[in-house]
């Protein structure tokens, strides 16, 4: 009878472990998505500001 009990309760934490590994994994895959886009974005600006300056020193 306490067998069964205690069974049923590990089941229960390899169910929430799982979950937490799941919740966890997602949100580091959107938190790294996020980091990209922002990445991406800064070195883009970088590349124009770039641009802007090699144009500025053309001018001159």
């Not at 979950?19 to 966890?24: D, E, L, Q």
């Not at 300056?53 to 001018?59: L, P, R």
Request: charged share 75%.
């Amino acid at each position: 009878e306490e067998e069964e009990e205690d069974k049923e309760k590990e089941e229960e934490m390899e169910k929430e472990v799982e979950n937490w590994k799941k919740t966890i994994w997602r949100k580091t895959k959107n938190w790294r998505k996020k980091k990209k886009k922002e990445l991406e974005k800064e070195r883009e600006e970088m590349e124009k500001e770039e641009e802007m300056e090699k144009e500025e020193m053309e001018k001159k």
